[in-house]
């Protein structure tokens, strides 16, 4: 069974740095890529980054770039997103979500839970 | 960036009637089109992919269709558990963008 677990989410002041986390479990990791979709409260989702399954390949939503870094470390089955000066409109549900594909993050098969950031002074 | 329009917003259904939900793409996507299910407090959960096929395990009472800008989700018989918010999104170009979702409730 695929899950994926997020971690790594809460309240953090304008400004601040987080760093989310999803660990993997029930398929081989690196055969697929991986991002990261957020929804603000109430409202839709929205692509933040994406993760070629080698990691060579990534991608980022114009609204994040120069402040988030998407990675992962294969050898831990682990994804990561790094989130620097971040904003109120950042406070989102962000979930991780995993790719029907190898190479690049086209749709997404299977999603985590989703780990909370709240950004507000 | 391509925008994803999705109509209507609020779709009212009896339980055993059809439903039809539609999804432009500002640009040609081909059939790169993905649509997805959310009910409230959970994660979305994969209907359709390249417009027309179902995922693993999703009843054959969802169909999707189209190509280009114009798409089609519809779901026949509904179900008590199908009312919840339906999202599409493009997955022709970066950045990968959503429709608003359209919210599917009982009437």
């Known amino acids: 069974e695929v899950q994926l677990l997020e971690s790594g989410g809460g309240l953090v002041q304008p400004g601040g740095s987080l760093r989310l986390s999803c660990a993997a479990s029930g398929f081989t990791f690196n055969d697929y890529a991986m991002a990261w979709v957020r929804q603000a409260p109430g409202k839709g989702l929205e692509w933040v980054s994406g993760i070629g399954g080698s990691g060579g390949s990534k991608f980022n939503a114009d609204s994040v770039k120069g402040r988030f870094t998407i990675s992962r470390d294969n050898s831990k089955n682990t994804l990561y997103l790094q989130m620097n000066s971040l904003r109120a409109e950042d406070t989102a549900i962000y979930y991780c979500?995993?790719?029907?594909?190898?190479?690049?993050?086209?749709?997404?098969?299977?999603w985590g839970q989703g780990t909370l950031v709240t950004v507000s002074s | 960036e391509i925008v994803m329009t999705q109509s209507p917003a609020t779709l009212s259904v009896s339980p055993g009637g059809g439903a039809t939900l539609s999804c432009r793409a500002s640009h040609s996507i081909r059939s790169n089109l993905a649509w997805y299910q959310q009910k409230p407090g959970q994660a979305p959960r994969l209907l359709i992919y390249d417009a027309s096929t179902r995922a693993t395990g999703i009843p054959v009472r969802f169909s999707g269709s189209g190509s280009g800008t114009e798409f089609t989700l519809i779901i026949s018989s509904l179900q008590s558990e199908d009312f919840a918010v339906y999202f599409c999104?493009?997955?022709?170009?970066?950045?990968?963008?959503f429709g608003q979702g359209t919210k599917l409730e009982i009437k």
């Open positions: 979500a995993r790719a029907n594909s190898p190479w690049y993050d086209f749709f997404f098969d299977n």
């Open positions: 999104q493009q997955y022709n170009n970066w950045p990968r963008t």
